[in-house]
């Protein structure tokens, strides 16, 4: 058992940030992540024997090295937190050891994963995410494929093919499922993040040297195959994403990186038992925080896009007020310097927010996306689970995760429903003809990531 | 809406007895929430008609927690009418199965052969065995003692270090979920129908109950309370008192595995099973609680290691998940069945607890029989709800419920 004053899940910007202004306030932190190096989704950092990979973002190096000076903090890499329990109480284990954590203050900056919609034959091997395929150059260096595609919504499409390119890959095209007019306001709603808007627009500029079509309002209807993909057929999208089929055509290919977006992980702030709400525009189900980040569990902070995805520069102010939070709440740090030292984040926070919300209004999940799903599309991997064998159980009363889980197994492989939910979960509000926060989350049941047996056996003593 | 009866809470009581009496003919409405604790979600399965009765699966467990103090303390049997109530619900499984999967579709997974295996790590166990063995009748074929040669010859992936075992081949098991799924399929498709809603209030309309669940609202002349551990809430809702209340569950699940335990283990630190689709349950903490469904790190850390001291190899499986579940416990351990005493028309099905499964079908059977008037091939009396009115306050019985419910000739320790 330790108990150190503050204890961050999560080294990406949102956590460090959190752990940075924690200990410059005087507070003990320990810091976990379960990757092998800090920086999170977008400052990863490459494998030391990949030769090939991209160089790092060098905030993201400047953040790395002030969390190893801090004095303050623990860096504990390679370890997972895998529940947060009544205390809060949180156990974190690495190559079988276990141990568990009782801070007084808990930070939870878990992140993000990719939404992808089940579509048919989505299950082939050559369909990934687009962070799957960035891990690959960035970190190890190695190609997806050769002919790659890029489908879904949103700015992390453009980015990804822009590093595809320049990491020398071929890109075929990419396609968006909203409308290019609707792109084409966010200089004005971005005027005062300019460099965002430079971002954007560099990637934009790198696929047009790499003649690289942007297809707007397409959307998958299928992909195609034998032992890898080869082909994929898509269609023009209506309003609600719904594609025509009678204007159905088909792309040669070896690789197709499908994302809609972002889910935020609240796994863990859920079984904290934090209050959930559902935000659709943040990525669906994230923890209620007040105006400084606490959830509703007593000292339990949710931070980053893990409580609701909003990008890497809101993450990293969001875990710094939090920070301060703590240490005000703690009685290191005054009121009033509190209120000093926080107002340069708040500033970054609001100066964001009107790009944020034209983004999320653009990228927003439309209800027709599900409409290219087949009887025997697979909805759950990890069971092997149609569409039509949740739709019949659906049809037999089930409206929930943890009704259709018992009636179905959806959600009883590997990931726990973590994967699934999020579309499947659409897609039965689609079916029943509600909103999509009435079907409710899946749960969230510890272990949240692999712990063996014998792990769970040689587990602290004290543990209660 | 009228119909003829009313059943709230869909766990395999509920359903089964919906099914029951769907197939009897009656207009029959199935109203279920689905709430997180519900029991039937929780259960491992175990069809331990013998081991359960006479104080083995989670029977040791509970005696363990409850007296901590008595180290020698060994199994306690349940009155033996308990075992034959049992016994003719695990009877009807191998009949069951098929029957449901012809009906629905659904494989409710109902295994035979496997039996469940006691390990009796020491020789105050092997005392324990005798007893039981004498309990049971020295003739008799539900239980077989085992030297640890025939244990290790029988299963060689359990621990050594064992003093012996006891083997009772007709324990088997079948998949909780499934079967209640199965059921309630069966039902509706004998032309029941379901809720999905949670039932906040019920009156009382003349000789009708009148339920409300948000807008919605039923009127039925009969209404069966089959929901679990919140029973004695419903039983409260309609005026009536029930002493039910919940045991919770604490339970680890494994990733699969091909097929490795030959039997169902049942010790003294937890249970071990495996299901059909491959993975391991090590099941679980039995603890009078509220209605709370948290798991604790040290509790499982505890079943964790009583798993890897049974079978050893078990250490390096990745556990998915661990949860946890509210059995509908009542003070004397036996389940609630059939009429209320006073108020008329209002049935039980609940008080299920640790053994609700296995009863499953021949409870569907008693309260069937109780309301559509015909004759059930069990008796129904030691399950009447009468039992608790000349009873003290469910306050007192609960808390004496181990000594006075039970004789002395009954205690094996
Ligand atoms: C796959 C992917 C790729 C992205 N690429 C880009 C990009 O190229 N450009 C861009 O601008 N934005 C990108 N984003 C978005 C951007 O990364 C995020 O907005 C930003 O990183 C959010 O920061 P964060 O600190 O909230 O979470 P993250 O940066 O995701 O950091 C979360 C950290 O928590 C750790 N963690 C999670 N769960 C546990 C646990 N249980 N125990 C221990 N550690 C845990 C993870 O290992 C991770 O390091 C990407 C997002 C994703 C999901
Ligand atoms: C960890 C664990 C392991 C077990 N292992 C075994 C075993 O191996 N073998 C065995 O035979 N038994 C076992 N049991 C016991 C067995 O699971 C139960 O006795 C049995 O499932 C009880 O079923 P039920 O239908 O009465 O209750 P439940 O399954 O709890 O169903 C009650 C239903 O009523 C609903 N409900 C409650 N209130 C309302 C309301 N107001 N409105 C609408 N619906 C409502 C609930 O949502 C729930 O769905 C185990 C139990 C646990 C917890």
Redesign the interface.
Known sequence: MSAPDVLVIGGGPAGMGAALEAANSGLTCVLVDESPELGGQIYRAPLPEAEQAMSPHPHGAYLRQKVRESSGIEVRTGCSAWGVFEGPEVPVSSEGSTIVYRPKALVIAPGAYEFVPPFPGWTLPGVMTPGAAQILVKTMGIEPGKRVILAGTGPFLPAVASQLVRAGVGVTAVLEASPRHHWWTLPWHGFRTPSILREGLGYLATLRRARVPILYRRGIVEVRGGERMTHVAHAPLDDHWAPNLSRREEIEADTLCVGYGFVPRVHLAQSAGCELEFRDEQGGWVPRRDAEFATSVEGVYSVGDGAGVAGAWSAESEGRIAGLAIARRLGALEPGDFDRQQRPWRTKLDRLTPIRRALDRICRIRSGLFESIQDDTLVCRCEELPWKTVRSAIDFGADQFRSLKVATRLGMGPCQGRFCWPATSRMIARQCQVGVEQVGPSSARPPLRPVSLGCLASMDEEAR | MLVDTVVVGGGVIGCAVADALARAGRKVHLLDA?L?G?A??ASAGGLWAVGESIGLGCGVILHAQENPDAEQAGPMPLPRVFMDFLLAGNRQFPRLGPELKERTGIDVEVESGTGLLYLLYEDNHVQHARQLQDWLGQESDLMVTWSPEEVRDHDPCLTDELAGGVFFPGDNQVNP??L??AW??SA?LAGAE???CRVERIERAGKSFLLHSGSERWESPELVIAAGAWSGDLAQMVGASLPVFPVRGQI?C??TLSRTLRSNLSTPDCYVLQKS?GEVI?GSTTERSDFGT?????D??DL??G??RAVPG??????????AGLRPGTPDEFPVLGPDPDIENLYYATGGFRTGIVAAPITAELVACSILGTTPSFPQEPFLARRFRDAPGPEASQRDSSSSSRTESDSVA
């Open positions: 689905t997180p519900r039937t979600s979920m499934l209640a799924e309630k399929r509706i379901f809720h999905p680890v494994t990733e689709h090590v948290q798991v604790r790190p040290g499982l850390r964790a290691r798993a890897c078990l250490a390096s499986l990745a556990v998915k998940r661990t949860w």
